[in-house]
């Protein structure tokens, strides 16, 4: 099953993104996912990150059944609040703690002594 981006329309406070599925014999369908603009702000997610999420929550949403309106719910928006939280946390942790100085004397070598 693939999803591709065909559009997105604004309706009174949702984003809706359009998309033709295409199945494993080669038909497309044409599908839609409903995105509250209020609660991407209250999760933290970016509007020009929205069409990759929902075509990500179609992939793991869709079984190929009649379904062709969907809504990318709070529960969604809060799991993958969660997950870019986890993630951050995770790449701070391997990041290297900046190295401190050798010393107040570093450098004193070339610089002279001072009376």
């Known amino acids: 099953m693939q999803f591709i981006l065909t559009g997105?329309?604004?309706?009174?406070?949702?984003?809706?993104?359009?998309?033709?599925?295409?199945?494993?014999d080669r038909i497309r369908t044409q599908?839609?996912?409903?995105?509250?603009l209020?609660?991407?702000?209250?999760?933290?997610?970016?509007?020009?990150d929205l069409p990759l999420l929902c075509r990500s929550f179609l992939d793991r949403r869709d079984e190929g059944g009649e379904m062709?309106?969907?809504?990318?719910?709070?529960?969604?928006?809060?799991?993958?609040?969660?997950?870019r939280a986890e993630a951050r946390a995770l790449a701070a942790s391997k990041?290297?703690?900046p190295q401190k100085p050798a010393g107040?004397?570093?450098?004193?070598?070339?610089?002279?002594?001072?009376a």
């Not at 329309?9 to 199945?23: K, M, S």
């Not at 991407?40 to 020009?48: K, P, S």
């Not at 062709?68 to 997950?83: D, G, I, P």
């Open 31 to 36: 599908c839609t996912v409903r995105a509250d």
């Open 95 to 97: 990041r290297k703690p």
């Open 104 to 114: 107040e004397n570093a450098g004193a070598a070339w610089r002279g002594q001072h």
């Open 68 to 83: 062709r309106t969907w809504t990318f719910s709070e529960e969604e928006m809060r799991a993958c609040a969660s997950e």
């Open 38 to 48: 209020t609660l991407i702000r209250t999760y933290g997610i970016q509007i020009q």
């Open 8 to 24: 997105f329309t604004h309706d009174t406070g949702f984003r809706v993104f359009a998309f033709d599925r295409i199945g494993e």
